[in-house]
């Protein structure tokens, strides 16, 4: 069974500051990783996603990722009232004699920004 | 406008009367993949479609059936919904399975009450 782990949180920060977001994978052979953001009672949205080791910088969201140790983190920089959600990492895996990617959501860490 | 749509967005039911969640998409997306989301479970795959006529088993297909006729439909049938399906559940879409860097593009939401 692949696993994606996430905290629940809540994580709770200031407006303004950075908030950052972890998560764990299971399987090495893992290629593509994404994060959504999820509202209460609303579909998840794309923010990101990330593919190569390192950073991604996108606005005021950077992905990074560390292939090595199994790790993927999300920094929202300048954290405002309405980045309050749930945020989903999602990772790609590649079942065994299946020929096409699975996408497996952790179960999403809740962020609480306070004005 | 390019997206996922799902019908219906909200319904309540009985044990044990069959019921089918619509969903259709608008960009000629070859994969479309059915989800439930449970509080601490996160999303959690049911069936998908790698094409037309092609479906498969997801993580927690008991209960369901799917079927993909047309490219830009794939309904979720309940035949006997029991009250442990009652959840939110979630159309998602993307261009194929077979590339593991395409973005899943997410209906909006059905919730389902079963009493």
């Known amino acids: 069974q692949k696993e994606v782990e996430q905290n629940s949180g809540p994580l709770s920060v200031p407006e303004g500051a950075i908030a950052s977001l972890n998560c764990t994978y299971s399987?090495?052979?893992?290629?593509?990783f994404f994060w959504y953001r999820q509202y209460s009672g609303k579909s998840p949205e794309l923010i990101m996603f990330i593919y190569s080791n390192g950073d991604k910088e996108d606005g005021r969201f950077t992905a990074q990722l560390n292939k090595a140790s199994q790790y993927v983190s999300l920094l929202i920089r300048d954290s405002q009232p309405s980045d309050s959600a749930t945020y989903l990492c999602a990772v790609n895996f590649l079942p065994m004699n299946t020929g096409f990617q699975k996408l497996v959501f952790g179960t999403g860490t809740r962020l609480l920004v306070s004005p | 406008e390019a997206q996922v749509t799902q019908n219906p967005r909200y319904l309540i039911t009985v044990t044990g009367k069959k019921l089918t969640v619509t969903c259709s998409q608008n960009?000629?997306?070859?994969?479309m993949s059915w989800y439930r989301q449970d509080p601490g479970l996160g999303l959690r795959q049911i069936y998908y479609s790698m094409n037309v006529e092609v479906t498969d088993k997801g993580d927690v297909p008991e209960g369901y059936k799917v079927s993909r006729k047309e490219k830009r439909n794939f309904p979720l049938i309940l035949e006997s919904p029991s009250p442990n399906q009652t959840s939110l559940y979630f159309c998602a879409s993307s261009l194929s399975s077979g590339n593991s860097y395409n973005e899943q593009f997410f209906g909006p939401g059905t919730r389902l009450t079963v009493l």
């Open positions: 399987d090495r052979g893992s290629q593509s």
């Open positions: 960009m000629n997306h070859e994969y």
